[in-house]
Each structure stands twice: as structure tokens, then as C-alpha cells.
């Protein structure tokens, strides 16, 4: 059954206005295809305890509204088939809201459905389509339908089944559909701009990994550079510190501001030089210092990833990102979200050896696309015609994925819709958080405001994820990504900033310490002049300007960029 067939297959079934949380009244407007795997009834204020075999999201989401759960499986090819969860709350903010996933997990993400209930919206995941948690992708070897459920198909059908589902229950389509999802959930978002524009209203997507074909080839790449643990050029994690120690340094007060936060890296001028030892016997940890061949590995980090022909491969980690290089950079193997994905999801070729590593992969995953993960299609005009509002962000620390890959895509959009008259500033904004990680927190040495109810953020607080005071007080479209993309969606207030937050413990959400505007790019936020308090919002702007003499440099290159 093609989903052309099956939407039309599910707008031929009745619809009745009393629906039981059963799994006979779900099973009875269901296609053959899908099977109902549970429901469950939750009273007020209860916890919905996650199925033990979830491997890849076992927190339980407790204090949720009353609601009623379900979970789906369904058959997607002879090969293949997916599951999706739903949590259907009896107080309904008529909306349903779809949120994604992280890495290569397979699995339903109960969790941030439990963030997303407590607005109010009937809330779906997906498992896309396998069982895995982690950096494991050992399950796609040889089972390409499985890579095209995890690349879009699970997904749009799991969306496609699930509004069926809420239309249903409540006797009633959901006025707005909304998807908010970070890594691959910014990537699931953007495949269903440009593959399924109707899925949805408003898509939220954050620090994207839409470039497959490249970022996990990249990944490998990366890895190399700090690799084998024994060559001179090699860099050990407990060294990491003392260049984010020294980049910060030098790279604070070059964006005008003296504040602990890097808010325009590359407008930053880097000496490596300066890190290095000044005589060969030396405790490099006691003298922070490097030696001459490890800052060589320090210069590449920070340079784009180009082929010899100079031909633009992935885009480098930014100055600042340095909290989290133990994940591509600090083992005695590249991640695995790189070697696997080469292994599994690409050759097909488990015993393949990173060490052989070369520019054929890339050109190779260009070529075959397993499972279509990759945004190939920039032309994201029929979403744009029919009134859809996409917001996307990311984090200047990242370094998972780099944050000029989510310049790139921007910049891609940009090209294409310019020749056709789209301005992009009606229906896709996108916002840089300086001195933001992936998808939630900030490095130990800036503490810069990251807390903007991103997809997963509320979840990386707590188990309540919705229910926290702190985040509740937060509930407003100026604070708050996802209200704010729903401000845009109805009433077309589109966000001119959204305001950023750090508390002095993020864990118990205790005292504001720090906020401030992220802007929507190109634009970047200056402090206004006289002696403003750089931690009150209320004392920045944002603008493209440069009137200060500051931030030469935005974010601006997507080719070939040097430094040092
Ligand atoms: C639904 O799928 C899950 C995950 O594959 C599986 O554990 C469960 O047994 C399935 N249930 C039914 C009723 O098919
Ligand atoms: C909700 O449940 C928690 C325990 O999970 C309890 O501490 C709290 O008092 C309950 N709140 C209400 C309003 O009943
Ligand atoms: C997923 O795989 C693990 C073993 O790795 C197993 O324990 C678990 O039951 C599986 N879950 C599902 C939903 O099939
Ligand atoms: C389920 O759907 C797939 C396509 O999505 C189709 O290949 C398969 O035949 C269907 N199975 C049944 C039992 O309808
Ligand atoms: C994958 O994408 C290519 C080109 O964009 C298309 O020709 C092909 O049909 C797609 N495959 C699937 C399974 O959707
Ligand atoms: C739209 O505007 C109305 C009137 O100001 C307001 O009540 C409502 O909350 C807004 N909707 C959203 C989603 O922000």
C-alpha cells in the first residue's frame, strides 16, 4: 500500500465522537497494516512508565496530565516496520506536535512526548523503525528498507497514521501540526519540509544533522586527525581544557563584549602559537602548553574539512566547541555514529577499517544516499506556499555537529529561493546560540544563556519535564522556541528574538543567573551603550551592523574558510 493509497484508505473510515482509550476502538480505524501494540489510561499527575524493552529512551516522563497512551506498530515493507507512541491528553490544546529523535536511537521517545504533553498537544514519536540506543548502527547492515524507514519513512507515516488517530479520538482534525526536533530530530524536520510539505504547520529544528552523506564521513574524518593515541600529533582529552581555556582568552573580547561567551567565533582571530611549550621537558598539564605537532592537529580541527582539489567537504568545529571534543576527538577510534555508519548504513561491510578512510566514502554515500537520510532538495517553496513557518537553531559550541553545517543549509535555502522572489525572513528564521552546545547546556567555562525550550532541552532537565517551575515561568512566546514558532504559525508574529537563559544550577533550575536575545541570522545581538548589565536581555539589540567596529566576521563563509 503506497501512503498515497492509505491516506485515502484512512479518510474513508469512520470516525466516532465517543472514543475509548482501548485497543479495540484504536485497532477498529486502523489499516491492516498496523496493529496496536498497548494503550494505557494515566490519571493526573501520574508517571508513564516506559516499556522495559525501550532501550534507546528509557527515562520515564512523570507528573503528565491525564491522558491516554497508545502505542502502533506498523508494517512497512516485507523487510521492515515501525512503531510510534501517542499520548492523548484529555485536557487538549486542540494541537498535535511531533517530536524526533537523537543520533541513530531507535526508539519512541516518551520522554519529550512528556514535554510536549504538558502544553496541552496530543504528542507523537516514532521508533523509526528499529531497536537501538546509542552510537549503534550495526542493525541496518544489509536491510536497506530499514535505512528508508529510519531516513523519512517512519516518520511520515508514523505522522500520517498518528493525526489519523488524534482526528479520531477527539472527533476533530487538530487546528495546527507542529514538529520539534533537535540532531536527528532537526534533520527528521527538515526531510519533511522538503519531502512531506503538508505533515506539518510549523517545524522546530535545531542543530540539524540534515547532511548525512557528509556529516558521518566527517565524523571518521575528525576522529583521524587526533589519531593513532601514539603519534606525536596526537592530543589526550585531559589537554582539551587548556584550549578552551586559552581560545576563550583570546576569543572573548574580540566580540566587544568581556563576558565568558565567544558570541561571534569566527570573527575571532586565533593564535595557536600561543599554546606552545616553551621547552621539550616539560608537565604539559601543569604549564598548559602544547607541543608544535599537536597544535598542527589543533589547526585542523578549526579548518574546514577540504579535499585536496579544494573541494568543500563539511565545515569545521568552531573556536569554542572544545567541551565536547572527548566525543570525535578523544578516543582510540573515531565515533561511532562515523565508523558505523560507513560500515552498516554504507558499504554494507562490517569489517571495513577507519584507518582506510578516504575521500571515496564521501563520494560514495553522495551517490547512494542509503535510506535518503540527506536533505538533497533545498527548494523548500511548497512548504513555504502553503503557510508553513520553520525555525531552526543552533548551538556556536557545538561539536557533534559542526554549527557551520546549519549555516550551510541556511545559506543553501537561501540560493535557491532568491532567484524565485521567496524572502526567507517570512516563513524560515534561523537563530545561532553563542556559546550553546548540542541541542541543550553550555561549556563549564562561558555559562552562556542555551535554555529556550529547544526540542529535548526540558527533557535534559529532568523527569518532570514539564512541570518544572523553572521552565514554567519561562512559558511564553519571548522565552520559549516553541511558542514562539506557534505565535508565528497563527498569528504570524514572527520572533524577532528569542530570549536565551542560564540558571545559576541548571539541574534544580535555581536563580536566573544570565539571559540574553539569540537573533535571527544574519543579525547578531550588541549590547546598547552605557554601562548596561550584559546579563539583562533587556540590554542588547539585535542587528546586522557593525557599528561597534565588532564582529568583522559573521557566520557568513559556507565554502573554503582558513584560519590561523
Ligand atoms: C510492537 O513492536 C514492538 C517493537 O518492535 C514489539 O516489541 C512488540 O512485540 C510489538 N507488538 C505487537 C502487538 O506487534
Ligand atoms: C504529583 O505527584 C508527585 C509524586 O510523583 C507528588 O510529589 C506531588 O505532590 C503530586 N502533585 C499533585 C498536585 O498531586
Ligand atoms: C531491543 O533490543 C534489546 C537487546 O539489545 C532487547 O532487550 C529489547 O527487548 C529490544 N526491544 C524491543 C522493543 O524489541
Ligand atoms: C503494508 O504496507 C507496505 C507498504 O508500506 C506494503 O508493501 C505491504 O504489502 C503492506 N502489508 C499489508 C499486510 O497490507
Ligand atoms: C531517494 O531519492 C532519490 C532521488 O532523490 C529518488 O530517486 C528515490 O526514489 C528515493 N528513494 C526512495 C526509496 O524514496
Ligand atoms: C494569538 O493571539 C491571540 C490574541 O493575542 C492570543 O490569545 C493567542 O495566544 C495567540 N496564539 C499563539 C499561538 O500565540
Redesign the pocket.
Known amino acids: 500500500m503506497q501512503w498515497t493509497s492509505l491516506f485515502w484508505f484512512l479518510m474513508a473510515l469512520p470516525v466516532d465522537s465517543t472514543f475509548e482509550c482501548t485497543e479495540e476502538a484504536f485497532q477498529a480505524i486502523l489499516p491492516s497494516n498496523a496493529t496496536v501494540a498497548f494503550t494505557r489510561t494515566l490519571a493526573e499527575n501520574s508517571t508513564f512508565e516506559v516499556p522495559i524493552e525501550d532501550i534507546a529512551y528509557p527515562i520515564s516522563p512523570t507528573q503528565l496530565r491525564a491522558l491516554c497512551a497508545v502505542q502502533v506498530n506498523v508494517t512497512s515493507s516485507p523487510t521492515s516496520a515501525f512503531s510510534f507512541g501517542l499520548f492523548l491528553p484529555d485536557d487538549w490544546n486542540s494541537r498535535f506536535l511531533v517530536v524526533g529523535n537523537g543520533g541513530f536511537s531507535g526508539g519512541i521517545n516518551w520522554l519529550d512526548m512528556g514535554a510536549g504533553l504538558e502544553y496541552g498537544f496530543a504528542v507523537m514519536s516514532t521508533d523509526t523503525g528499529h531497536n537501538a540506543s546509542g552510537g549503534d548502527i550495526t542493525w541496518a547492515l544489509n536491510l536497506p528498507e530499514k535505512k528508508?524507514d529510519f531516513g523519512?519513512r517512519a516518520m511520515h507515516g508514523s505522522t500520517v497514521l498518528a493525526k489519523h488517530i488524534v482526528e479520531a479520538y477527539y472527533a476533530t482534525v487538530p487546528k495546527y501540526n507542529y514538529f520539534s526536533g533537535c540532531s536527528t530530530g532537526g534533520r527528521q524536520g527538515l526531510k519533511e519540509v522538503e519531502m512531506f510539505p503538508d505533515d506539518f504547520d510549523g517545524v522546530l529544528a535545531g542543530a540539524p544533522a540534515w547532511w548525512t552523506s557528509h556529516l558521518q564521513p566527517w565524523t571518521v574524518k575528525l576522529g583521524l586527525l587526533n589519531l593513532p593515541l601514539d603519534a606525536p600529533h596526537h592530543i589526550p582529552p585531559i589537554l582539551f581544557p587548556i584550549i578552551g581555556d586559552e581560545v576563550l582568552k583570546q576569543c572573548d573580547h574580540q566580540d566587544g563584549v568581556l563576558d565568558q561567551i565567544i558570541s561571534d567565533p569566527r570573527g575571532c582571530e586565533f593564535n595557536a602559537e600561543a599554546l606552545l611549550c616553551e621547552s621539550d621537558v616539560v608537565d604539559q598539564l601543569t604549564d598548559r602548553c602544547l607541543t608544535a605537532s599537536q597544535i598542527e592537529t589543533v589547526k585542523k580541527i578549526y579548518n574546514d574539512y577540504v579535499e585536496v582539489d579544494e573541494t568543500f567537504v563539511f565545515p569545521r568545529l568552531e573556536l569554542g566547541s572544545e567541551e565536547h571534543w572527548d566525543f570525535g576527538l578523544g578516543r582510540d577510534q573515531p565515533s561511532k555514529l562515523g565508523t558505523e555508519y560507513v560500515k552498516y548504513f554504507l558499504l554494507d561491510d562490517p569489517d571495513w577499517d577507519f584507518y582506510d578512510y578516504g575521500h571515496e566514502i564521501v563520494e560514495m554515500a553522495d551517490k547512494l544516499?542509503p535510506g535518503?537520510a540527506t536533505v538533497?532538495?533545498f527548494d523548500f517553496s511548497p512548504f513555504q506556499k502553503k503557510g508553513g513557518k520553520l525555525l531552526q537553531y543552533h548551538g556556536m559550541s557545538d561539536a557533534l555537529i559542526p554549527t557551520g553545517s546549519s549555516v550551510y543549509l541556511y545559506e543553501q535555502v537561501l540560493a535557491m529561493m532568491k532567484p524565485k522572489g521567496i524572502p526567507l525572513d517570512d516563513w524560515f528564521r534561523f537563530f545561532l546560540v553563542p556559546g550553546g552546545l548540542h541541542c541543550s547546556g553550555s561549556p563549564a567555562n562561558m555559562n552562556a544563556p542555551w535554555y529556550f525550550a529547544g526540542a529535548n532541552q526540558a527533557g535534559d532537565l529532568g523527569q518532570s519535564p514539564g512541570t518544572v517551575s523553572g521552565a514554567r515561568s519561562l512559558r511564553n512566546a519571548n522565552h520559549d522556541a516553541l511558542l514562539a514558532l506557534m505565535a508565528w504559525t497563527e498569528n504570524g508574529t514572527a520572533p524577532d528574538h528569542i530570549i536565551a537563559t542560564k540558571w545559576n544550577d541548571d539541574a534544580t533550575m535555581d536563580r536566573i543567573s544570565r539571559q540574553r536575545p539569540l537573533c535571527p541570522y544574519p543579525q547578531f545581538a550588541i549590547l546598547k551603550g552605557g554601562s548596561s548589565d550584559p546579563n539583562d536581555p533587556s540590554a542588547w539589540s539585535c542587528t546586522t551592523s557593525d557599528e561597534r567596529g565588532r564582529l568583522r566576521v559573521q557566520s557568513n563563509s559556507a565554502g573554503p574558510h582558513r584560519i590561523l
Open positions: 528508508i523519512y544516499q535518503n538533497v532538495n
